[in-house]
């Protein structure tokens, strides 16, 4: 395997979000990584619901907020808010939407090879 370095200025794929932000995308070493740009007014069920077909978010997302905040609402009813210089684990099963008046963006390496994927 050689060593790669790719950068979010000229992405490998864009993904727009229905209206509200994309996800820009790189490959490296057989892994997906994203920088999603939520801007304010974004939620998982009006602006990535329709692309995915779930209902509620079935990606496992393990990241960093560069800026923003989120808040996350869990299928089993926990919530948790996330902001900048946060490190998150989110499970499956969930929805989300940014809070503020900032757009929320986040570098997430989880298992997302197929988020926000037309």
Request: aromatic share 10%.
């Given at each position: 395997?050689?060593?790669?370095?790719?950068?979010?200025?000229?992405?490998d794929?864009?993904?727009p979000f229905e209206g509200k932000g994309q996800a820009k995308a790189?490959?490296?070493?057989g892994h997906t990584v994203l920088e999603?740009?939520?801007?304010?007014?974004?939620?998982?069920?009006?602006?990535?619901?329709?692309?995915a077909g779930t209902d509620s978010c079935q990606a496992s997302h393990f990241?960093?907020?560069l800026s923003g905040s989120m808040h996350v609402y869990m299928d089993d009813g926990s919530e948790?808010?996330?902001?900048?210089?946060?490190v998150v684990a989110i499970p499956p099963g969930h929805d989300a939407e940014v809070s503020g008046s900032e757009a929320c963006v986040m570098v997430d390496f989880g298992?997302?090879?197929n988020y926000a994927k037309a």
């Open positions: 395997m050689a060593a790669e370095s790719k950068n979010f200025a000229s992405p794929e864009t993904r790189v490959e490296l070493a999603g740009t939520f801007e304010p007014g974004w939620k998982w069920s009006e602006n990535v619901k329709p692309i990241g960093y907020v948790m808010e996330i902001t900048a210089g946060d298992e997302i090879g």
